[in-house]
């Protein structure tokens, strides 16, 4: 899932406006003095509106799906 889907899943499951959720996502950023990305506020954003986005493949991978050539996971 693109962060413009999760995005799109924020919006549908929370009712916020686009408008709203670009005005959370800064603040999100800004409350970690940007120490966190628009990806992990978005993720935190979800995590407090109980918005789930496991399966989603946006967020966690456990070290048993980690398979060879994947780059860039955490």
Same mark, same amino acid.
């Given at each position: 899932?693109?962060?413009h889907?999760?995005f #799109?899943?924020?919006?549908?499951?929370t009712?916020? =406006?686009?408008?709203?959720?670009?005005?959370?996502? =800064? #603040?999100k %950023?800004g #409350?970690? =003095? $940007?120490?966190?990305?628009r990806?992990?506020?978005l993720?935190?954003?979800a995590?407090?509106?109980?918005?789930?986005l #496991?399966g989603? $493949?946006? $967020?966690? %991978?456990? %070290?048993?799906? %980690?398979k060879? $050539?994947?780059?860039d996971?955490?």
């Amino acid at each position: 899932m693109q962060e413009h889907d999760v995005f #799109e899943k924020l919006m549908k499951e929370t009712g916020l =406006s686009k408008d709203k959720l670009e005005t959370c996502v =800064s #603040e999100k %950023i800004g #409350e970690f =003095s $940007g120490l966190v990305s628009r990806e992990g506020a978005l993720f935190l954003i979800a995590k407090d509106n109980g918005v789930e986005l #496991e399966g989603t $493949g946006f $967020g966690r %991978i456990k %070290i048993g799906q %980690i398979k060879p $050539g994947m780059n860039d996971v955490c």
